[in-house]
Structures are given as structure tokens and as C-alpha cells.
């Protein structure tokens, strides 16, 4: 039996202390600061870093995603700013055992177009979704992936989405998650502006929606990872230039995570998602992506994969992970980060995964 996830207070209230720490910029003079705090998209990562002490302090990571003009803008200082943002925080919120161990400062993607004619058109689009909308569609952390489909077969996408969560994606399904109570069209915007990948679940009528071919656009227009997921129909129009994933509704969630898992932002969630692993089973679902890693960092194999296959049971004994079976379940995780970091991963004879 895993054990049960921790409750976090400063996560779920960080727009709160975003806030307070605005006016101390306005106050301040700190007008850089404050416009980027003002015009970011906020994600947290909860339980970036652990210690003991005290009976167990979380540490959260937490990402601001700013328009490109912003981000050019700050890069030179950007350490600086990170820095400066995570000590103020850190100052304003009395939250017990929980602070913000990093700060990272991401832009926007820029859409694959000619930016030269465009230039300065996605900015003044710019559509900031509130935090509870944004936790209200997406949840907490993941991978946030908007699955465009035809309402015939939204029973399919939320299977789709069921499995691709195993991975650490977040999915949206319109037919399924928009409230009663809101305005659909809203909702469906704040996910497409908010979305970090789109996949068209390409069925034989998609074309015959005007929504689907709208949020296609939508998503070209951002220049977020596009995929086109065959399932009875080619690409066609402008999402024809994107490669086609042939696949079938049992193996798409795995080939469609196998693309993804090269951007760094699916990467983390699928090792958020490792060390959350809740089964053997999971583990094994988990471990068929392992092959498609083709670059990861010294932090992530370390501190992250390595620790987690050697404090987490169920993703230790899963042999996907740890090789024993490698002829259904492939040869784990040691040989995976050795063939992508080029360094010498083993098993010690207690088990556990180390570099030599």
C-alpha cells in the first residue's frame, strides 16, 4: 500500500502570495518584477525537494510562463529575477513546513509562422487564465494536453485520457469536463490557452466540426507541440504539415506520450509521474517510454529517477524498472540512463540503482 499524499497549503494559495508580492514591487519601483509576475502563467511543481527535518519540509517548484517580449527582456537577469521572486515569497507566506525551493522562468512558445509579419500579434492575444480556472481544468502539475475530438467519440478520448494520466498527463476533453456551470466556449478557450500540446483525434468526420478545425487553429497559432493522431482520417489544411501518428485507440495514449516525452515539460511529468508510481502495473506502463528518452539531465537521473526507483516500491519491484524480465518488459531503468547519459549505471547487489 503507497502511502498518502501530503496536503500542501502553500501550492494551492501561491496566487495569494503572487499578489501580496506584487504590491511590495509597485512599492518598490520593481517594474520588471512586477510585469512579470502580473502577466505569467503559474504552474507548480509541489514536492521539488524534501527534508527530514522538522517531521518533513516540501519544497515546490514554481514555473512562470511570460510572453516572449517579457522573457527577451529578462534573460540577461534572469537567474536574478528567479532568484529574487522565490526569496520574496518565501518572505510573505507563514505557511509550516513548505517553501519555494526554485523559480523558473520559461516563454511562451512562438508560432511556426512568419513571425517577421506577425510580430507583436500573439502578445497583444494574450489570454492569462486565472489560477482556479487553470487548476479547475487542469488540476495540479502534468502535462497539459488538449484532446480535440468529435463528440461521437468522446467516450474513446476519455479513455484516451484515463491512461494518458498514468504518464503524467494532464488531459482536457470538452464533452467531459467543462461544469455545467460555465460557458463552454470560455472554458474551452482558457484550455487552449493554457495547453503546453495538442492531439487531433483524426476520426473519419472530424472535418464535418467547425470546432475541431477552430481549436486546430488555435493551436498552430500558438506554436505548441501539434499532434495528428490517424484514426480513420489523413491530415489535411495546415495540420497537414505536422507528422501524422498512425495509431489505433488501444496504443495510441503510448505512442502519443512516446512523441511528447522530448519536450522537457513532458519529460518531468513522466518522472513526476515515477515517483508518484502507484503499482507494479503502473511501473510497467511507465517503463514503455523509457526507450524513446533520448536526453535527460545529471539532476533528473539522480536526484530524481534513481531515488525514486530506490525509495519506491512498487516502481523498484516493476520489472519494466528494474530488468529482471527483460524479455517481456525491456531492460530497465539502469541500462536506459547509461545508453542516454553515456555514464555507467548498475544494480548493487542491495537492489538499488548507482552510477560507478
Not at 90 to 107: C, G, T
Not at 266 to 288: D, V
Request: hydrophobic share 35%.
Amino acid at each position: 500500500m503507497t502511502e498518502r499524499q501530503p496536503s500542501f497549503q502553500l501550492s494551492n494559495n501561491v496566487e495569494h502570495y503572487l499578489a501580496a508580492l506584487s504590491k511590495l514591487y509597485a512599492e518598490d519601483g520593481k517594474s520588471q518584477e512586477l510585469e512579470i509576475i502580473v502577466n505569467s502563467q503559474v504552474r507548480v511543481h509541489e514536492q521539488w525537494s524534501y527534508d527530514n527535518w522538522n517531521g518533513g519540509t516540501y519544497g515546490h517548484a514554481l514555473f512562470l510562463t511570460v510572453p516572449e517580449s517579457l522573457y527577451l527582456k529578462a534573460v540577461k537577469r534572469r537567474d536574478e529575477l528567479q532568484n529574487e521572486i522565490r526569496d520574496g515569497l518565501n518572505k510573505i507566506h507563514n505557511v509550516q513546513n513548505e517553501f519555494i525551493d526554485s523559480v523558473f522562468l520559461e516563454m511562451e512558445t512562438s508560432a511556426d509562422r512568419d513571425w517577421r509579419k506577425d510580430s507583436g500579434v500573439l502578445q497583444s492575444g494574450q489570454r492569462v487564465i486565472a489560477p482556479e480556472a487553470s487548476a479547475r481544468i487542469w488540476g495540479y502539475g502534468g502535462y497539459r494536453v488538449f484532446l480535440s475530438h468529435k463528440a461521437e467519440v468522446k467516450k474513446e478520448a476519455a479513455d484516451i485520457k484515463r491512461r494518458l494520466a498514468a504518464f503524467g498527463i494532464s488531459s482536457f476533453v470538452a464533452h467531459e469536463d467543462i461544469e455545467p456551470t460555465k460557458e463552454w466556449q470560455d472554458e474551452i478557450e482558457n484550455a487552449l490557452a493554457s495547453m503546453d500540446a495538442f492531439v487531433a483525434l483524426m476520426t473519419t468526420s472530424f472535418h464535418d466540426s467547425l470546432w475541431t478545425d477552430q481549436e486546430v487553429g488555435f493551436a498552430i497559432g500558438r506554436g505548441v507541440p501539434i499532434i495528428a493522431a490517424k484514426l480513420g482520417r489523413d491530415p489535411y489544411g495546415f495540420i497537414g504539415k505536422f507528422q501524422a501518428l498512425s495509431c489505433t485507440w488501444d496504443n495510441a495514449p503510448v505512442a502519443i506520450v512516446s512523441l511528447f516525452i522530448k519536450q522537457s515539460r513532458m519529460l518531468e511529468a513522466f518522472i513526476g509521474a515515477a515517483e508518484n508510481c502507484t503499482s507494479f502495473e503502473h511501473g510497467n506502463t511507465l517503463s514503455t517510454i523509457l526507450p524513446e528518452i533520448d536526453r535527460i539531465t545529471d539532476e533528473q537521473t539522480q536526484r530524481r529517477l534513481c531515488q525514486a526507483f530506490n525509495q519506491n516500491h512498487e516502481l523498484h519491484h516493476s520489472f519494466g524498472f528494474n530488468g529482471y524480465n527483460a524479455r517481456y518488459y525491456g531492460k530497465g531503468l539502469a541500462f536506459h540512463l547509461s545508453r542516454t547519459t553515456g555514464r555507467r549505471y548498475v544494480m548493487t547487489d542491495s537492489g538499488d540503482i548507482q552510477v560507478e
